[in-house]
């Protein structure tokens, strides 16, 4: 493809300016953030701040009980981060180098699972994590994670089906059991694919609000993601601690994507078809 | 050895067994369970009763919030699916420009979409907020009055598309991976043949992405018509429930108002409507999308 040089600069002024639309907010909230209320609030606008409060992170912080919606978030993010890895890759595993009975509307089932809307599932779940005992506790969140879901389990498979059959052969004839075969050779293998997983499940779980709205009725339970709602809830008029708090939140999911972007970009290739 | 084939035949069906115990109590139990309790008079509180078709009739019959929320919710998706789609292919197009750098502007176009829903409503409800929200005093400055977005029914729901569209980017890296698996000799050729910069665009990439079209239709279809988030933290429905979406009526109708049986067939009436839908999107894909990658992708496998 020729590029003139007029091409380039007309290519970097559109880049520029699109990225204007997804960095401003970002920025804007930076900026907000570090006022006073007052010079929030002020008309028109003032863009940066006379003095860097830092100290409104700290007061934000301690205004509420964050540290412990922060221990809970991560306790829930690690935990189903875990789970989500080891039963996708089992459960690929079973679909991808195997052939048994059903295999093909199982899978199928799997797929269409993925078509069915929270709203429908929602109350029911509701009920019966009622009926388990378990409403207010972070086990509504964890546990669903230990029995695999359907899009991760789609994308190792995937990934698992186009490796020879020659490699369980050969660990066979040395003697190596079914479950020796996948966790020794087949999960080194499915690295890149279970750290593809684990990010997007951390960003999910991480962001994630529905699921602790409806199943987390005690503060002491909250997550970071519900914990900040409801803080604008009772903030509404205060904007630098929700500020504050939202930058806070931020942080994590944008550095996990950051670092992990080659994961992302080449997995979403895999994702489609 | 009995014992060992029988073991061998049951491996597996061992791998997979966290799944399918997982779709039974996590997946069909609670479909099953969702679907009798639309037909019961169901609360927190008080004991259930067999109500027939109750549901469903007041439904349909007494409760006009049930076709307002409705409209509101297929008018989001018939504004937020297209436009969504044509941003992300245009950005796609745009990070796939050779030009230096342009993997910076990838990343950048993309952080929103790791963004919370929660952030999302409070970052955008600041910007757009009436009083001193920074858009209207960029709108002032080109000597336009901007409207109070947030509590103005007439562009609350705009409001809502403008946040919903922030998170594009996912969207963008589906089309991103697809264009860029194009063969450049396709592109080389048709340039030959004197193809404009434009021409390619119609006669090559759009063809070739036709399934990824597919796949982003019926994705953001679906999400589209379960918006929640965005509507229960930036606009709470309001104002004058002109942002009240469907999904909102359920959630209101199941823990606000404890009718869980009523907000159970509410939820159903949704899933059918999606269905209804997507095979509509479906079907019509037999005259738009052209399958000659997905017989190469076969072949691979």
């Known amino acids: 493809m020729k590029t003139s040089k007029k091409y380039k600069v007309i290519m970097y002024v559109i880049l520029g300016a699109v990225a204007v639309y997804f960095l401003f907010p970002l920025l804007w909230m930076i900026l907000t953030a570090f006022k006073t209320e007052a010079e929030a609030q002020g008309y028109p606008p003032k863009f940066l701040p006379d003095k860097w409060l830092i100290s409104n992170f700290v007061t934000a912080w301690q205004s509420q009980e964050f540290t412990r919606f922060l221990m809970n978030s991560v306790l829930v993010t690690v935990m189903t981060t875990i789970g989500q890895i080891l039963s996708c890759s089992l459960v690929a595993y079973g679909f991808a180098r195997y052939n048994f009975r059903f295999k093909n509307i199982l899978f199928m089932i799997l797929l269409a699972t993925m078509m069915i809307p929270w709203d429908v599932t929602m109350i029911p779940m509701y009920m019966e994590f009622k009926a388990f005992g378990w409403i207010n506790s972070l086990k509504t969140l964890i546990v669903p994670s230990f029995f695999g879901s359907a899009y991760y389990i789609f994308l190792l498979r995937q990934f698992l089906m186009g490796i020879p059959k020659d490699f369980e052969e050969a660990a066979r004839i040395d003697g190596a059991n079914a479950f020796e075969i996948y966790s020794r050779i087949f999960m080194p293998m499915m690295k890149p694919q279970l750290i593809l997983i684990g990010i997007l499940n951390i960003l999910t779980v991480w962001n994630d609000y529905l699921g602790p709205l409806i199943f987390l009725q005690d503060r002491s339970k909250y997550t970071l993601a519900l914990g900040l709602a409801s803080f604008k809830g009772v903030h509404e008029t205060q904007i630098i601690p929700l500020m504050c708090i939202t930058i806070i939140m931020i942080i994590p999911p944008v550095l996990v994507f950051i670092a992990a972007q080659k994961y992302i970009v080449e997995g979403k290739s895999g994702a489609i078809k | 050895m009995k014992r060992k084939g029988r073991l061998r035949k049951a491996t597996p069906y061992l791998f997979i067994l966290p799944w399918i115990v997982g779709f039974l109590v996590f997946t069909l139990g609670p479909l099953l369970l969702s679907l009798v309790m639309s037909f019961f008079n169901w609360s927190i509180v008080s004991k259930p009763s067999f109500a027939g078709f109750g549901n469903y009739i007041e439904m349909f019959t007494k409760d006009p919030q049930f076709y307002k929320s409705l409209a509101i919710t297929l008018k989001f998706a018939a504004i937020f699916v297209p436009l969504n789609l044509i941003i992300a292919l245009a950005l796609a197009m745009l990070i796939t420009q050779p030009v230096k750098g342009v993997t910076v502007f990838r990343t950048i176009y993309y952080i929103p979409a790791v963004v919370s829903g929660v952030a999302i409503s409070i970052i955008w409800g600041w910007i757009l907020n009436g009083d001193y929200g920074i858009l209207n005093y960029f709108l002032s400055l080109i000597g336009i009055k901007g409207p109070k977005w947030l509590v103005d029914p ?12 922030w998170g594009v980017g996912t969207m963008m890296l589906i ?24 021409g390619q665009f119609f006669k090559i990439t759009i063809p070739i992405i036709t399934p990824t079209i597919l796949f982003n239709v019926i994705t953001s279809l679906i999400s589209a018509l379960q918006q929640l988030t965005l509507v229960l933290l930036l606009t709470g429905g309001g104002p004058l429930k002109s942002t009240y979406f469907y999904g909102m009526f359920v959630y209101n109708n199941a823990f606000k108002h404890h009718k869980l049986g009523y907000a159970s067939a509410n939820a159903w009436v949704m899933f059918i409507v999606i269905l209804i839908l997507t095979s509509i999107v479906f079907k019509s894909s037999s005259a738009w999308v052209f399958y000659e990658t997905e017989v190469k992708e076969g072949k691979k496998k």
């Not at chain 2, 450049?184 to 434009?198: K, N, Q, T």
């Open chain 2, 154 to 165: 007439a562009w609350a729901l705009f409001a809502i598309v403008l946040a919903s569209a």
């Open chain 2, 175 to 198: 089309f991103y991976t697809d264009i860029k698996n194009i063969p450049i000799d396709l592109y080389e050729a048709a340039s030959l043949d004197g193809a404009s910069h434009v």
